[in-house]
């Protein structure tokens, strides 16, 4: 299954290395010897998950039917808006951005709202309808992100009890 959403992501234009950059910028500051091969084994982590998957299919797929025009309306034309208020995207990229807990609720809010990197090309690309793509990117750096994290603090904790 795993396969299948790295092909669909790549479909639509997101390789997994972009995705790394995102953890990368968001986790740097607070780790002096991280590299990008470590974010891009936290979003393959994220990945192998079957809520996220299972998330990633149904998001993708609704972009997809959308720009088919397989939608009905008014529900297409809120989601080729990408409208504000309809947070349906949100919710679906929330759900992967919380396997590791609120750190990645708290980066997927700030991504969310500073757009960058891939999300950013997504989210201003006109010819597709990427609506809930951006937010599930945003939703797999979150977590892959929050994974980093505590495994970071997993490894002080550990480092002081072995001083101690």
Do not use: W
Request: glycine share 4%; aromatic share 6%; hydrophobic share 40%.
């Amino acid at each position: 299954m795993k396969e299948i959403i790295i092909e669909q992501l790549a479909e639509r234009g997101v390789e997994l290395e972009e995705i790394a950059d995102i953890v990368y910028a968001l986790q740097k500051p607070y780790s002096d010897n991280l590299n990008i091969d470590e974010c891009l084994n936290a979003v393959d982590r994220v990945l192998n998950k079957r809520e996220v998957q299972y998330t990633l299919l149904t998001g993708i797929a609704l972009d997809k039917l959308t720009e088919e025009d397989k939608i009905e309306e008014p529900l297409a034309s809120i989601i080729k808006r990408d409208e504000p208020l309809y947070g349906v995207d949100e919710s679906l990229a929330l759900a992967i951005a919380n396997i590791y807990g609120t750190i990645g609720f708290t980066s997927f809010g700030y991504l969310d709202k500073n757009k960058f990197g891939v999300m950013e090309r997504l989210d201003s690309k006109k010819d597709n309808v990427n609506t809930f793509l951006d937010d599930l990117v945003a939703g797999i750096a979150s977590a892959a992100s929050a994974r980093i994290a505590h495994q970071k603090r997993n490894e002080a904790e550990l480092k002081e009890e072995e001083v101690s």
